[in-house]
């Protein structure tokens, strides 16, 4: 069972940023891919961005001019700007691993609201 712990999430006002990390407890070689998703109120949970174990990013279409995710060492982080109130949501991290298991996150809520 790998564990996987969010921070970051919290109120911001439209267009400001804020930054996501989550660790995950496991060997960094083991992680095939790691993501984040969110979930909005009333909404189906959707994915953020992925990469892969060469650094491969893959953004979401409506986020991927305003997001960057980053991989470290069984670490990800999501870097979002210019926040919208859309962009309200509960974010999860996600991972993968060489195996095809799967984790997920408690989720941080973000709250974009002046």
């Known amino acids: 069972q790998v564990q996987l712990v969010e921070s970051g999430g919290g109120l911001v006002q439209p267009g400001g940023s804020l930054r996501l990390s989550c660790t995950a407890s496991t060997n960094n070689f083991d992680i095939a891919v790691m993501a984040w998703y969110r979930q909005a109120p009333g909404q189906r949970r959707e994915v953020v961005a992925r990469?892969?174990?060469?650094?491969r990013a893959e953004y979401q279409d409506s986020v991927k001019d305003r997001v960057t995710i980053a991989r470290g060492n069984a670490e990800v982080y999501l870097q979002i700007h210019s926040l919208k109130p859309e962009d309200t949501a509960v974010y999860y991290c996600?991972?993968?691993?060489?195996?095809?298991?799967?984790?997920w996150g408690q989720g941080t809520r973000v709250t974009v609201s002046s």
């Open positions: 996600y991972v993968m691993l060489s195996n095809y298991s799967n984790f």
């Open positions: 990469i892969d174990r060469d650094g």
